[in-house]
């Protein structure tokens, strides 16, 4: 079990970590003040999150500050998962990374609720809540855009290009579809779900959501990493 956690954690900590990094840039470049200061708190929150699963690191003594040093040295593009290795090279990239791979996180956060391990299980509260402006802004870039395809012919043409790139990294994320470490992090009581039921899930809530603002999905297979 405490190797488990481990992994868990030095995964959930690479990616808030990785995350900072991509939405970086965008603190001067987002086109709106209130889209700036939203990266700002984005940005804020990954941190934490990030501080948050490494405090739960430390805990295992030199084991996990070793692991906690290593992430702290990673750089862009050495990331464990692929979406976290990815620009956001224009705008319409940062609201369908929020929208889609933030998305994936709540559920990944979402499966650690009420967990064996306590300083795991009371942690998801708030970090859950932080994740929620996440998501909204997400969507809410999406839906901007494609509104102004109204008066600019390739704006929506620009947020498919960016659900395209984004939602097979998101589907990715939940991990391989018969994964011995899910079926052992749920035999031990640290997770809800294995990363089938999960992903199943996350598609039933997605789907309809992209589609309520003229959006379409590819199918699930499409340009999919981890099966």
């Known amino acids: 079990m405490r190797k488990l956690i481990v992994k868990l954690m030095v995964v959930q900590a690479d990616t808030e970590f990785a ?4 939405h970086r840039p965008w603190l001067d470049q987002a086109p709106t003040l209130e889209d700036r200061w939203i990266e700002a708190r984005i940005v804020a929150d990954e941190a934490r999150h990030g501080l948050q699963a490494c405090r739960i690191l430390r805990d ?9 040093d290593e992430l702290l040295a990673k750089r862009e593009g050495e990331h464990k998962l692929d979406a976290f290795n990815m620009k956001f090279d224009r705008w319409a990239d940062v609201g369908a990374f929020t929208c889609f791979v933030d998305r994936v996180g709540v559920y990944q956060l979402r499966a650690f609720q009420e967990c064996s391990y306590g300083p795991l299980a009371r942690a998801m509260p708030l970090m859950l809540s932080e994740e929620q402006l ?26 498919q290009k960016a659900v395209q790139k984004w939602y097979p990294r998101a589907l990715d994320m939940f991990g391989h579809s018969n994964s011995e470490t899910s079926r052992k992090a749920i035999e031990m009581g640290l997770k809800r779900w294995t990363n089938e039921e999960a992903r199943a899930k996350y598609l039933q809530e997605i789907t309809p959501l992209v589609a309520s603002i003229g959006l379409e999905l590819p199918s699930p297979d499409f340009d999919r990493h981890v099966p």
């Open 60 to 68: 295992f003594g030199e084991e996990g500050q070793k692991f906690i």
């Open 134 to 159: 996440h998501l909204n802004f997400g969507f809410s870039v999406l839906k901007r855009i494609v509104k102004d395809g109204a008066k600019y012919a390739d704006s929506k043409a620009l947020a």
């Open 19 to 22: 995350s900072i990094q991509q």
